[in-house]
């Protein structure tokens, strides 16, 4: 099965850091995805962690813990632009071939 | 790389109509989901293909929903009556081995029912 945590909504201010933490229990794991969804828009790809440790591409980090179900994403030096919704997405590896469990989402608003 | 193409784009329709989707994959990509997003929330996955064949559908509601993908390629999500309820976006997406079995979304369609 999964369960799949994050929090509802968060706000930052721009020029700032912020983290979004995501804990899951999923059957099959095999790596987790991070995406990125302004509104109105389709999901876009933010990044992917299969091994313990810390990831990082430009201003966004994602870390995984693999023992705890646990994963988080970075957002450094805020910008208006990365006001959107944030789905954690982690991955199983099951019957049904490789298939993507998304969370409700994180809404991060950005205030100046 | 042309992405994954959806239409229509937005629809309006009267409760117990019928309405129709159609998604066009990326090119190579054998595996093709449908999802349904509601309002404040994450996308919820509906049916997964592998090539033309279905691996899971256990989340569709097969008495009004209906989906295929014929060759392999391009796939249709059909709802017959609609309900109130089945307001929502509707995603396309697909993946291959070479993405990490990361998808591609496509734009999406926004269904309103009334």
């Known amino acids: 099965g999964q369960n799949i945590d994050q929090p509802t909504e968060m706000t930052a201010t721009e020029g700032a850091i912020v983290q979004i933490n995501c804990t899951y229990q999923t059957s099959g794991f095999n790596g987790l995805f991070w995406y990125q969804q302004h509104a109105g828009e389709a999901p876009t790809f933010l990044s992917y962690?299969?091994?313990?440790g810390l990831e990082e591409k430009g201003r966004f980090s994602s870390f995984l813990s693999r023992s705890k179900g646990y994963s988080y994403l970075l957002l450094k030096e805020l910008q208006m632009k990365d006001s959107a919704s944030y789905l954690c997405a982690p991955k199983a590896l099951n019957n049904a071939g490789n298939m993507l469990t998304f969370g409700g989402g994180t809404r991060l608003m950005v205030k100046p | 790389e042309a992405g994954v193409a959806q239409s229509p784009r937005y629809k309006i329709i009267e409760k117990r109509q019928s309405v129709a989707f159609w998604c066009n994959p990326i090119s190579g990509h054998a595996t093709l989901y449908w999802y349904q997003q509601i309002l404040g929330q994450g996308p919820k996955l509906l049916i997964q293909?592998?090539?033309?064949?279905?691996?899971?559908d256990s989340q569709l509601p097969k008495d009004r929903f209906s989906a295929e993908r014929l060759k392999g390629v391009d796939s249709t999500l059909k709802i017959q009556p609609a309900k109130l309820e089945d307001s929502a976006v509707y995603l396309c997406?697909?993946?291959?081995?070479?993405?990490?079995?990361?998808?591609?979304f496509g734009s999406g369609t926004r269904l309103t029912v009334v």
């Open positions: 293909f592998q090539n033309n064949g279905v691996v899971d």
């Open positions: 997406a697909s993946s291959s081995q070479s993405t990490g079995y990361g998808y591609t």
């Open positions: 962690n299969v091994l313990d």
